[in-house]
């Protein structure tokens, strides 16, 4: 359970990041 709420917090981070890049 704890590996996949790791799983989760990290693609939450990626989602966070993902528009930021794009917008560049």
Known sequence: VA???RSLA???VVW???PALRAG
Request: a positive charge; hydrophobic letters at 55%.
């Open 3 to 5: 590996g996949a709420t």
């Open 10 to 12: 990290r693609l939450r």
């Open 16 to 18: 966070l990041l993902v």
